[in-house]
């Protein structure tokens, strides 16, 4: 573990997971894992997360959780902490003033949303993405992943794509491939949570990836996050 001269944290990874990390101001680090974690632990109690003996709740959450209350930023209640998911998810606001409350962090990341007919915001959930392919809403153009490939594949965890939806070009869009959206929320509410300017910007080195992680505030809720893929060494795993 080291730091870049920009003052970027660079974790290692373990195995085959998607890991990355968070520097607290004590210099203790945060981990979280995907792809190889299992995405849910049965029987928790309800001081984690439940208020059911026998309820699933996601690891990268439960994990989230308790290092945001280590670090004074959640209450360790987990009702407080699923109101405070809830404002910064999925609580409703408007992006243009002269609009109504019609928009939120969760539509516009795992979504998406267009604005004035425009121009494509959000859409950064490889699931969404999937689905709307799937369904012939979306066309897609291509992507920027490691040298010398013509098409992803399964080594493949973040990827810079460009697509059209609803009739309108994205030119690119930095996504996850692979991971679940409850990681994604996990990661992205700890960066907002320990940042309070409105753009935040943390730069890790995942596997051969460079990312760029960047989280837009509006107001007390998310209004953009993604992944963006910076550089890769172009090593095959």
């Not at 890991?19 to 680090?29: A, D, K, L, N, Y």
């Not at 997360?49 to 709740?57: A, G, L, Q, Y």
């Amino acid at each position: 573990m080291c730091l870049t001269n920009s003052g970027a944290w660079i974790p290692t990874v373990s195995g085959r997971g998607l890991i990355t990390s968070f520097p607290s101001r004590e210099g203790q680090v945060m981990w979280l894992r995907a792809v190889t974690m299992p995405e849910t632990t049965p029987r928790l109690r309800s001081s984690h997360m439940s208020t059911k003996t026998n309820s699933r709740v996601s690891r990268h959450i439960y994990c989230a959780h308790k290092y945001l209350v280590r670090k004074g930023q959640s209450q360790s209640d987990p009702g407080q902490f699923k109101k405070q998911l809830y404002d910064i998810w999925f609580r409703l606001y408007h992006r243009d003033r002269s609009g109504g409350e019609d928009s939120c962090g969760f539509e516009h990341v795992f979504v998406g949303e267009t604005k004035f007919d425009r121009e494509i915001m959000g859409l950064h959930n490889w699931i969404q993405f999937y689905l709307q392919e799937k369904h012939n809403h979306i066309d897609y153009k291509g992507y920027k992943a490691r040298e010398g490939k013509d098409t992803p594949d399964e080594d493949d965890h973040v990827l810079n794509l460009q697509f059209s939806w609803k009739g309108l070009v994205k030119p690119i869009g930095g996504s996850f491939i692979g991971v679940s959206p409850e990681f994604e929320v996990a990661l992205f509410t700890i960066i907002f949570l320990m940042s309070t300017e409105k753009r935040t910007s943390v730069v890790v080195k995942v596997d051969e990836y460079a990312l760029e992680l960047v989280v837009y505030r509006h107001r007390g809720s998310i209004g953009t996050s993604y992944p963006t893929l910076l550089s890769s060494n172009h090593r095959d795993l």
